[in-house]
T-cell receptor, first 112, second 110 residues
Framework: SQTIHQWPATLVQPVGSPLSLECTVEGTSNPNLYWYRQAAGRGLQLLFYSVGIGQISSEVPQNLSASRPQDRQFILSSKKLLLSDSGFYLC???????????FGSGTQLSVL | RKEVEQDPGPFNVPEGATVAFNCTYSNSASQSFFWYRQDCRKEPKLLMSVYSSGNEDGRFTAQLNRASQYISLLIRDSKLSDSATYLCVVNPTGGFKTIFGAGTRLFVKA
């Protein structure tokens, strides 16, 4: 069966520091991969999606970037965090890109 | 107008009650529709797909009304464990830009 791993679960970072969140998927090949962010009490905002290695589509202009160095690995990065980057970050995968998404357990990021 | 709109609630219902949520979407070309459930500080989990003919899974029934551009979720015989936030999800073009509503909060009380 397919599983998705996301870490860390909680992260507290100072403003201006770098960020790297990693997500890996097991049990499937060539998944579609996504990064979402959820601000407190808000809906999920799609940040990036990827349909293959090295293929990244950005949905929201910001100081975040994403990379997919391997088929089942998706990384979210920032060179300098802002206060507004705080939120709940969720990695997800899908097989068909039809809206059936399977999420990792999320990373609660607090930028102070 | 938001692409997907939901009443944020909260809906406070006693155990055993029937409760219904609606969700409206703006893009008439939307192809796929889903309900997800999200517990506090947890990841969303797929609850059920919503088909044009409607579908039922145990105590849960989902309906789609394309003419009025809304989907609904009906929960019968509510359980304490149904307390969660229910997210309406729309896939506008059958592609990858899945849109999530902000969610409807449900509290089921003993």
């Amino acid at each position: 069966s397919q599983t998705i791993h996301q870490w860390p679960a909680t992260l507290v970072q100072p403003v201006g520091s770098p960020l790297s969140l990693e997500c890996t998927v097991e049990g499937t090949s060539n998944p579609n991969l996504y990064w979402y962010r959820q601000a407190a009490g808000r809906g999920l905002q799609l940040l990036f999606y990827s349909v293959g290695i090295g293929q990244i589509s950005s949905e929201v202009p910001q100081n975040l970037s994403a990379s997919r160095p391997q088929d089942r690995q998706f990384i979210l990065s920032s060179k300098k965090l802002l206060l507004s980057d705080s939120g709940f970050y969720l990695c997800a995968w899908s097989e068909l890109g039809d809206g059936k998404l399977f999420f990792g357990s999320g990373t609660q990021l607090s930028v102070l | 107008r938001k692409e997907v709109e939901q009443d944020p609630g909260p809906f406070n219902v006693p155990e055993g009650a029937t409760v219904a949520f609606n969700c409206t979407y703006s893009n008439s070309a939307s192809q796929s529709f889903f309900w997800y459930r999200q517990d506090c500080r947890k990841e969303p989990k797929l609850l059920m797909s919503v088909y044009s003919s409607g579908n039922e899974d145990g105590r849960f029934t989902a309906q789609l009304n394309r003419a009025s551009q809304y989907i609904s979720l009906l929960i019968r015989d509510s359980k304490l464990s149904d307390s969660a936030t229910y997210l309406c999800v729309v896939n506008p073009t059958g592609g990858f830009k899945t849109i999530f509503g902000a969610g409807t909060r449900l509290f089921v009380k003993a």
